[in-house]
Nanobody, 122 residues
Framework: QVQLQESGPGLVKPSQTLSLTCTVS??????????WTWVRQPPGKGLEWIGY???????YYSSSLKSRTSFSRDTSKNQVTLQLTSVTPEDTAVYYC??????????????WGQGTQVTVSS
């Protein structure tokens, strides 16, 4: 059974860097059949895609967040990490990681983490 679990601080101060980790069990982040993605949902708004990381660690970022976003991974721990720099209160959201079958060209997210609330506030 594939499970994804997000972890990280629930509160971040403005201008700091947000770092969240997605730990995957039941599959490998190097599985060539999948990408791994981060999305977020600000309060009262819809889902916003942040970016993808492929099985080979190639990354693709949303144009609106690209200048502040980076993904990394630790294959020994089967983890994908999101870093978002220079955060503002507008980055307050529930952050999710998800698995994306390569065959769906990014259209389907077939496994999700439960999400983690991040609040940006001083």
């Amino acid at each position: 059974q594939v499970q994804l679990q997000e972890s990280g601080p629930g509160l971040v101060k403005p201008s700091q860097t947000l770092s969240l980790t997605c730990t995957v069990s039941g599959d490998s982040i190097t599985n060539e059949a999948y990408f791994w993605t981060w999305v977020r949902q600000p309060p009262g708004k819809g889902l916003e895609w942040i970016g993808y990381m492929s099985w080979s660690a190639k990354t693709y970022y949303s144009s609106s967040l690209k200048s502040r976003t980076s993904f990394s991974r630790d294959t020994s721990k089967n983890q994908v990490t999101l870093q978002l720099t220079s955060v503002t209160p507008e980055d307050t959201a529930v952050y999710y990681c998800a698995r994306v079958p390569r065959s769906t060209w990014g259209e389907v997210f077939d496994r999700w983490g439960q999400g983690t609330q991040v609040t940006v506030s001083s």
